[in-house]
């Protein structure tokens, strides 16, 4: 009889400056699906991810990172790719092990470590198998193990809750905003933008993978009629209200004028994987065309807001 195929699994332990890069990395050579978890007790804890409760976001400062990679993705293959996206990414190949993963095994990883969680008071982000804590909340379904973003990484979760903090006053506290996520990953942002009310919204990554995984989950949510998802150069001639940009440090700086342009004048940008110490350079860059609103800084990661003048 013919064993079962194996899921592949990429492990490297990282600190807290360094892991927003590597997960980049990971997704970049073809990873389904990057997860945290806590170095301290790995062994003990396996494949148990720690979860945010609801509102909270943490950070540890050893952490170690899991690539889960398609079952047909062959070892050669998969060192190949993880040697271009390192060149991409201007970064040396860090140490990392290599293992096989029992499908069982992998689907129960997701079961077991993703779960419900609450931003604001009537915003949730929940597993498509689950049940869903709140039935009459507003309720973003998600399949584990799919893209960057179920909501689990720390700069995703700051953004979620900015969007989901009005709920206790409204339902749709986006009402009538035309919204942009730039770098869409999941595409997480943007569906939870039309969820919680936005007119229509445009998610655009550098990844076709994410933009895949982008469309599934919109449909999923019941929102593709409303979201286009794209390239960048989908939004190269558009200015909305919203702009929502989990990118890294790096992008932001280089895309300065690129977001600038995509917001309109009295309109809003909305960005977050930045750093406590790179909040005040990315003020800066920015500060000739917005006004900056007091920024949210978590466990060393900021969120940033700032009007357009
Ligand atoms: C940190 S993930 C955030 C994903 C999602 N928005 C979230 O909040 O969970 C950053 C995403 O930005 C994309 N990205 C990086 N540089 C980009 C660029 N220059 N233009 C568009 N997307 C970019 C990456 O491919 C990745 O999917």
């Given at each position: 009889m013919t064993a079962a195929p194996e899921w592949l699994e990429i492990t490297l332990k990282t600190s807290r400056d360094e892991v927003e890069t590597l997960e980049n990395w990971l997704f970049k050579s073809g990873a389904l699906s990057v997860t945290l978890l806590d170095s301290v007790d790995d062994e003990e804890l396996s494949h148990a991810v720690l979860e945010p409760v609801p509102g909270e976001v943490r950070l540890w400062d050893d952490i170690t990172l899991v690539g889960l990679y398609a079952r047909e993705t062959l070892l050669d293959e998969l060192h190949d790719a993880l040697h271009l996206a390192a060149a991409m990414l201007e970064i040396a190949v860090p140490a990392f092990t290599a293992s096989r993963l029992q499908e069982r095994e992998w689907e129960r990883t997701w079961m077991d470590t993703f779960k419900p969680m609450q931003f604001g008071e009537h915003f949730w982000i929940c597993p498509t198998e689950q049940e869903a804590p709140d039935p009459s909340a507003i309720n973003l379904r998600l399949d584990p193990g799919m893209a960057f973003g179920t909501g689990t990484h720390a700069t995703t979760a700051q953004c979620l809750a900015w969007m989901g903090a009005e709920t206790a006053r409204?339902?749709?506290?986006?009402?009538?905003c035309r919204v942009i996520d730039y770098g869409c990953g999941s595409g997480v942002l943007a569906i939870a933008a039309l969820l919680l009310g936005a007119e229509r919204a445009w998610a655009v990554d550098i990844d076709p993978q994410a933009l895949s995984a982008t469309r599934d989950n919109a449909r999923q949510n019941g929102v593709l009629d409303k979201l286009e998802v794209g390239m960048p150069e989908l939004v190269n001639d558009l200015s909305v209200e919203l702009v929502l940009a989990n990118i890294l440090f790096k992008p932001l700086m280089d895309l300065a004028d690129t977001l600038t342009a995509s917001v309109k004048p009295g309109g809003r940008l909305v960005v977050s994987g930045i750093l406590r110490e790179q909040m005040e350079p990315l003020r800066e860059r920015y500060s000739e065309h917005f006004e900056f609103e007091p920024g949210q800084d978590q466990d060393g990661w900021a969120l940033m807001t700032a009007i357009r003048r």
């Open positions: 409204t339902l749709r506290p986006l009402e009538g």
